[in-house]
C-alpha cells in the first residue's frame, strides 16, 4: 500500500537508504553468477533493516523456508518422491547459511530435480493415456497431497499419476454422458469406448499444453518463485518484483498504463488477444481484434522481436512502449490471414476500475438512495493528471446531493485497498476533522494520520458495503466509519484482515556500483501495521460489521487468516476521536430488523444452504474411481449444485438510473453504453443492495 510520508519519517527511511548503501558488502567479482549473490544478500539486507518484523536466519528459519518451498513446488506431491526428498534433505537446515552466502545450490538442485520428475511424469501420462482406463473397477484416490504424502518410488508415483488421470478422464468421459443424453434421441449417440477415447485425448492435449507453458518457465522467473518464498516467511505481502512485475503493479494500482490497450493470453505456442480496452490505441485504430494472434513485434528502429512460444509476462515488454511511439504487431487472423498492424503507443485508462455511481429507489415510495461503487483506492502518483479515488469519490457525492439522494451507500466489496492517503482524505469527507487511523513502524511511536479538512462533504445517513475481499485500505475506511459511528457497516462474517502497510524499493539503491548487474528489481515489504482509532488492528481479524449479511463463504475461512505466516492480531493505545456530524441511533433494533428479514427471506435461507454445501466441498478429498459410483456422486453434486445455479437470475431491485450530468458521456460511445447497461442489470440482480437498501430505509425512518 502506498502513501504520502511525512517528512520526518521520509527522512529516516533515506537515512536508512545511505546506511544500506554504506554497510553492503563487496562481491568477489569472480563468483559464480554474481548477480544471483548480490540480489539474494540485497534482498535480506532490506528486509533485517526494514521490515516491521525481521527475523533471525537460523536452522528454524532454514527448515520453515524448506517445508513451504518443497509445499509450493509440488502442492498436490505429485512430482518428488523419496528419493528426491532424500537429496534435498541435507539443505533443510542450510538454508539459512546459503541465502546468507548468496548461494543458490539448492534452488539448482531442486530446479534440476522438478524439471526431471516434469520429464519423467510426461511420459507416465503420454504412456498410461495412449490406453483405456478400466472405469469397472472399484478404487478411490486421495487428492490431498499432504494427507497422502510423498510417493516411495517412482513404481508408486506412476500408480498416483495412473489414478490421477483416471479421475480426470472419468470427469470428462461423464459430462460427455450427459451432454449425450441430454441431446435427445434425434443426435447420433457414440459408444462409451469412443466418448472414453475422446476424453483421454482432451486431457492429454490440456496437459501437452500445460506442460509446453511451463517448461518456458526461465530460470529468472522460477529464481523470482524462489525468493519470494523467502520473503513470505516474513509475512505474506513481502515480495520480491522483477522490473516487469513491478510495472504490472504499478497498472493495476493506477489503472493506467502505456501501451496498446489489449489483454493477451497464452494458448498454446500463441499470444492470444482476449480483449480490447475501449477507448484505447487499438480500440481507436480499429484492426486488431480478438482472436488475433500475435507472431512477432517490430519496434520503430526496425528490431523484430519473435513472440511465438514466448510467456504472456515476457512478451508484454515488447508490446508496451511509451505514449507516441509505434509498433507493428504481425498477425493471425481467426480466418488464417497475416496482417501487419501499426499502432500508435498511448494512455490507456481502465475506466472499470475506476468510482462510479447510480441512483437507486428505496423502499418507500420517493426514497432516493445514492450508490457509489469503489473498485480500489486507486491513486496514480506518477501523472500530474492521473486519477485519484478521494478525488473522484468526492465529485460523485457531490453530483449525487445536487440529485437530492435520501443516502449513500459506498460499495467496497471485493475492493482489496490502495492508497492510504486516499482513504484519509475520503474518510474527511463524512466527519469534520480528526484522527482516521494509526500507522506503527517498527521503531518509532505511532503516526496518527488525520483529516485536518473541517468541512464535511457529506452530512446524511451512509452504509458501507463490505465482503470478505476487502481488504486493506476498505478496511481503514470501515473501521474509522464504525468507530466514529458515523456509517453503519453491512456485509460478510468479516473483511479480508490486512492490516499491514508495504513500501516498494528499489534494490539498485542498496547496491554500490555494480552497474553491469542492474537493474535488479524491487523488493515490497512491510514496514508498518496500521491501526484503527480505537487502538485493534484490522490485521488478521477484519473488520466485523454492524449488519452480517450471509454469502457463500459463511462457513469457511477466507482472507488473510488462510495465509501462512500472517502477522499477528495486536492493539495499541486509542487515540481521542469524537464527530457531530451524525451518528448512528438505534444500531440494535437495525440489526434485529435486518436479522428477521434475512430469517424470513428465501433468497438468504438459500445462500446459506449454498454456503453449507460449499463448506462440505471443501473439505471432500477422495473420490470414487469406478464409474457408477463417480456418476452416482457426480449426479448428486449437480443435484445440489442445480438448486443454487438461477439464485441471481431475478431482477430484484427496481428503479435504478444513472446520473443525469453522466448520460451525455454514457450515450456518447455505444461500447460505454453496452458496459453500463451490464452494471445496472447486475446491480439490479443483487439481493445484498436490497437488503442495505432496507436497512438504509431503516435508518431514514428510524432516526
Known amino acids: 500500500m502506498k502513501f504520502n510520508i511525512r517528512g520526518s519519517l521520509f527522512f529516516s527511511i533515506l537515512l536508512i537508504g545511505f546506511f544500506l548503501v554504506s554497510v553492503y558488502p563487496k562481491f568477489d567479482p569472480a563468483a559464480e553468477d554474481e548477480k544471483e549473490a548480490v540480489l539474494m544478500r540485497t534482498v535480506l539486507t532490506y528486509l533485517d533493516n526494514l521490515h516491521f518484523e525481521p527475523k533471525s536466519l537460523d536452522d528454524q528459519f532454514s527448515r520453515e523456508f524448506y517445508d513451504l518451498y518443497l509445499k509450493r513446488l509440488d502442492p498436490d506431491r505429485r512430482f518428488f518422491t523419496a528419493e528426491d526428498l532424500e537429496q534435498f534433505e541435507p539443505y533443510e537446515k542450510l538454508l539459512d547459511d546459503e541465502a546468507l552466502a548468496g548461494k543458490f545450490d539448492f534452488f539448482d538442485l531442486s530446479l534440476d530435480r522438478y524439471l526431471a520428475a516434469l520429464e519423467k511424469t510426461q511420459g507416465f501420462y503420454r504412456d498410461i493415456l495412449s490406453e483405456p482406463f478400466d472405469f469397472a473397477q472399484a478404487e478411490r484416490i486421495e487428492m490431498d497431497g499432504e494427507k497422502r504424502g510423498f510417493a516411495k518410488s517412482d513404481e508408486e508415483l506412476r500408480e498416483l499419476w495412473r489414478k490421477y488421470l483416471k479421475l480426470r478422464v472419468l ?55 524462489y525468493i519470494n518464498t523467502l520473503t513470505n516467511l516474513y509475512d505474506p505481502h513481502s515480495d520480491y518484483l522483477e522490473p516487469i512485475d513491478k510495472e504490472d503493479f504499478n497498472i493495476r494500482f493506477s489503472g493506467r498504463l502505456e501501451g496498446i490497450g489489449a489483454t493477451l493470453q497464452n494458448d498454446g505456442d500463441d499470444i492470444k488477444v482476449v480483449r480490447i480496452i475501449v477507448g484505447g490505441p487499438a480500440w481507436k485504430q480499429k484492426e486488431l481484434e480478438e482472436n488475433d494472434r500475435i507472431l512477432r513485434v517490430t519496434q520503430e528502429d526496425g528490431e523484430v522481436t519473435e513472440l511465438t512460444g514466448m510467456l504472456v509476462k515476457d512478451a508484454v515488454q515488447y508490446i508496451r512502449g511509451p505514449k507516441g511511439t509505434e509498433v507493428t504487431l504481425t498477425v493471425k487472423k481467426i480466418d488464417g490471414t497475416i496482417q501487419d498492424i501499426t499502432i500508435v503507443r498511448d494512455v490507456v485508462i481502465i475506466e472499470e476500475s475506476f468510482a462510479r455511481s447510480l441512483i437507486l429507489d428505496g423502499p418507500e415510495e420517493g426514497e432516493r438512495v445514492g450508490f457509489i461503487s469503489l473498485p480500489s483506492f486507486y491513486a496514480d502518483f506518477e501523472n500530474a493528471d492521473g486519477r485519484f479515488s478521494a478525488k473522484d469519490v468526492k465529485r460523485e457525492i457531490e453530483k449525487l446531493q445536487e440529485e437530492g439522494v435520501d443516502g449513500i451507500i459506498l460499495d467496497l466489496r471485493f475492493n482489496g485497498g490502495g492508497s492510504l492517503r486516499d482513504v484519509v482524505k475520503m474518510a474527511g469527507y463524512f466527519i469534520e476533522k480528526g484522527p482516521v487511523v494509526q500507522v506503527k513502524s517498527r521503531r518509532r511511536s505511532p503516526d496518527i494520520l488525520e483529516d485536518k479538512d473541517p468541512r464535511v462533504q457529506y452530512d446524511g445517513p451512509l452504509i458501507i458495503m463490505v465482503n470478505g475481499f476487502s481488504a486493506s485500505a476498505s478496511e481503514i475506511m470501515a473501521a474509522a466509519m464504525q468507530d466514529y459511528g458515523r456509517a453503519v457497516i453491512v456485509g460478510s462474517k468479516s473483511t479480508y484482515g490486512k492490516g499491514t502497510v508495504q513500501r516498494f524499493f528499489d534494490l539498485d539503491q542498496g547496491v554500490r556500483g555494480h552497474s553491469d548487474l542492474k537493474p535488479l528489481g524491487e523488493i515490497k515489504l512491510t514496514t508498518q501495521k496500521f491501526y484503527r482509532v480505537n487502538g485493534g488492528s484490522t490485521q488478521l481479524r477484519g473488520v466485523v460489521p454492524d449488519i452480517v449479511l450471509p454469502d457463500q463463504y459463511h462457513f469457511v475461512e477466507v482472507g488473510e487468516k488462510e495465509q501462512e505466516y500472517a502477522m499477528p492480531w495486536t492493539e495499541i493505545t486509542p487515540v481521542s476521536y469524537e464527530q457531530n456530524v451524525m451518528k448512528v441511533q438505534n444500531l440494535e433494533e437495525l440489526r434485529a430488523r435486518s436479522e428477521a428479514r434475512i430469517a424470513g427471506d428465501p433468497m438468504f435461507q438459500k445462500i446459506l444452504e449454498n454456503a453449507d454445501r460449499v463448506h462440505e466441498q471443501q473439505e471432500q478429498s477422495q473420490y470414487p474411481l469406478e464409474i457408477n459410483a463417480f456418476r452416482e456422486m457426480e449426479a448428486e453434486n449437480r443435484r445440489e449444485a442445480e438448486q443454487f445455479e438461477d439464485m441471481f437470475d431475478d431482477v430484484i431491485n427496481q428503479g435504478i438510473r444513472n446520473l443525469e450530468t453522466d448520460l451525455e458521456k454514457i450515450r456518447a460511445d455505444e461500447s460505454k453504453k453496452a458496459r453500463n447497461e451490464d452494471w445496472i442489470k447486475t446491480v439490479s440482480k443483487d439481493v445484498y443492495i436490497k437488503e442495505t437498501l432496507n436497512i438504509m430505509h431503516d435508518m431514514i425512518s428510524l432516526n
Open 171 to 225: 470427469n470428462r468421459l461423464v459430462d460427455k454422458l450427459n451432454e449425450q443424453e441430454e441431446a435427445g434421441e434425434e443426435k447420433e449417440k457414440k459408444s462409451l469406448e469412443a466418448l472414453e477415447e475422446e476424453a483421454r485425448q482432451d486431457e492429454l492435449e490440456q496437459l501437452e499444453e500445460y506442460y509446453d507453458r511451463v517448461l518456458k518457465i526461465n530460470r529468472i522467473h522460477r529464481r523470482t518463485y
